[in-house]
């Protein structure tokens, strides 16, 4: 036993001398590094994209679970969502709101501090950060009674956050009127208009956008390689 700890100890001694660990420095990982950077906007945008993805993975798997007719016996997610069982000690409601502020700190840092510093940025990469603040507030006024818009912040009500997602709408439609983000905000106003019983407001916008993109589906990139990947399809075909 005493030779054993002996020759462990050797072992050690030589892993560790063979594998000193010097700091290491990554040009882009402080904020200030990372502000300085070339194609500032684009990689923010890019990583935003990531974002929005990762957030509708979480937003699809939980919310699927409570609203669809299948019992939910055959994959690793929630059980009691299925029931539906919501508590707000529940993990997956904190999953859910955490999802929800990253994509709004997403935005807001990229909209705040990002764009400003990149002389290059369009107003293209406005729309789409601004698109994915809206839909954090959407997400927050459709899922919560109340939660903050601001890091610390005070909750707001629900019809506070729709009414705040609705004017985000709004400035994304007047930045980049042609663009899928257009498109896809008008089909978030009739969303918001859903929740808010504004029944004439949300037909003139279903009719609106019936008529104009009848085929148009706002879609997320995921990237099975590099992620994120499509959590949902893992549930459905390898948790099964």
Known sequence: MKNSIIALSI???LFLQGCW???VENPNVTTDKFLDSPQLATNWVNGSRSQMASTINVIIELTELTSDNYYNNRTISSKVFDIPQIDYTDLDVGRIQSAIHSLRRTADFGLNTVLPKDPDSTPEQEAELKFYLAVSQ???GEYFEALPNEALGAPLSSE???GLANTTFDEVISL????DFAKAALIGKAR???HLNSTADLRTLATFVVNSTPQFTYQVQFDGINGPSNSFQNLLFDSS
């Open 160 to 162: 506070t956050l729709l």
């Open 138 to 140: 959407l997400f927050s």
């Open 192 to 194: 918001i208009a859903f």
């Open 11 to 13: 072992f050690v001694a």
């Open 176 to 179: 980049a009127p042609n663009s």
């Open 21 to 23: 660990l010097d700091a």
